[in-house]
Structures are given as structure tokens and as C-alpha cells.
T-cell receptor, first 111, second 111 residues
């Protein structure tokens, strides 16, 4: 089944404890993105990648890192999470930056 | 002023009604997306369009590039259409993967 998977789906952590949210797609898509969704602000793009080893900042990249070592994986790294990074995170992939296929979301709480 | 504005923010309709959700944007775009977010949180891509009109089942999306405006219509609405509908635009400068989102329109369809 063609899909985008994210892990974990839910995470409660404490300020400063490094974490990684994984994202994997099995559709051989070149483009992958990370978004966060907050009440009243909607979805905002954090980082995106147009291919292996090619990444660029979105609108809200501060406090996040990404890497794209393989086409299928695009992990999101929070080196030192803070409470303002509490949010619902979505990973998405697309063949050429067109139709987006979204993962199920990761709800992160930083205490 | 946000680059992408949606109206209305909330919409309640009775089953069978014709529904229109509007999206206005202030930047030049190469494409516009309509997304549906289910009550459980999952996001599905409905349409991507750069001109004219697209139809899928009871859903119709139109775009007027000159007026920087798009509409999503739902004919013969049904309670299962209850969801948040999100408009997103891809700019016509820079890279293809950068998306800017509206804050969504929450639709509730009652029996």
C-alpha cells in the first residue's frame, strides 16, 4: 500500500531532550516536506527536500533540523525541544512538488 | 495580512445543500491546492489546479488567476463531508515545494 508513515504518533517529552520524528514513504517520491499545525495558525512549512541531500528552509525552520540521506526517509530532528514546539507535525511527499501525500501526523508535547 | 485567506472560517449546512468555500491569495502562484482534514486529523489532497476548473465526484474546484481567487464547491452535501478544508498555494518564484496555507474552513453538515 502506498503510504507515508511517521513515528512516533504521539510523544510527550521534556525541554531540552533531543528527539527525532521519523518519516518514510514507499512511493519513490522526490519531494518531501515537514509541516507543523497550530490552532489559529494553520499549517506552516518547516523544511522541505527536493531530492537526496537537497534540503531547504520553509517558513518556520528555527529549532529544527532535517536530513535526507535516502530518498524514502526524511527525519525531523529537534536538538533541544522547547514548549513552543508543542504542535501537531505532518510529513508529506509528492512526485514533483505537486499533489501532496500526507502522513498521519505526530502529536508532540514538550513540557 | 496573510498571503492566503479563506472564508468563511466556519460553515454549518444541512444535508443536501450546495456549499462554497472561498480562497483568496495575494502572491503570484504556480498552483493552488485544496486539502481536506478529517475530524481524526488525517489530511487528504483533493485538487491541485493552476487554471480553470476540476471536478471529482460531488466536489468542484475553480480558480481565477487574474482575480487571485479560488472556490471549492460541494454539491448535495452529506454529513461525511464534515471536515476542515484547507487552501494552499505554491508560489511562482523560488522552489516548487514551498507551500503557504490558509487557516482552513471548518464545515459541519447536519442531517
Amino acid at each position: 500500500e502506498a503510504q507515508v508513515t511517521q513515528n512516533p504518533r504521539y510523544l510527550i517529552t521534556v525541554t531540552g531532550k533531543k528527539l527525532t520524528v521519523t518519516c518514510s514513504q514507499n512511493m519513490n517520491h522526490e519531494y518531501m516536506s515537514w509541516y507543523r499545525q497550530d490552532p489559529g495558525l494553520g499549517l506552516r512549512q518547516i523544511y522541505y527536500s527536493m531530492n537526496v541531500e537537497v534540503t531547504d528552509k520553509g517558513d518556520v525552520p528555527e529549532g529544527y533540523k532535517v536530513s535526507r540521506k535516502e530518498k524514502r526517509n526524511f527525519p525531523l530532528i529537534l536538538e533541544s525541544p522547547s514548549p513552543n514546539q508543542t504542535s501537531l507535525y505532518f510529513c508529506a511527499s509528492s512526485p514533483r512538488g505537486d499533489t501532496q501525500y500526507f502522513g498521519p501526523g505526530t502529536r508532540l508535547t514538550v513540557l | 495580512k496573510n498571503e492566503v485567506e479563506q472564508s468563511p472560517q466556519n460553515l454549518t449546512a444541512q444535508e443536501g445543500e450546495f456549499i462554497t468555500i472561498n480562497c483568496s491569495y495575494s502572491v503570484g502562484i504556480s498552483a493552488l491546492h485544496w486539502l481536506q482534514q478529517h475530524p481524526g486529523g488525517g489530511i487528504v489532497s483533493l485538487f491541485m489546479l493552476s487554471s480553470g476548473k476540476k471536478k471529482h465526484g460531488r466536489l468542484i474546484a475553480t480558480i481565477n488567476i487574474q482575480e487571485k481567487h479560488s472556490s471549492l464547491h460541494i454539491t448535495a452535501s452529506h454529513p461525511r463531508d464534515s471536515a476542515v478544508y484547507i487552501c494552499a498555494v505554491r508560489g511562482d518564484t523560488g522552489t516548487a515545494s514551498k507551500l503557504t496555507f490558509g487557516t482552513g474552513t471548518r464545515l459541519q453538515v447536519t442531517l
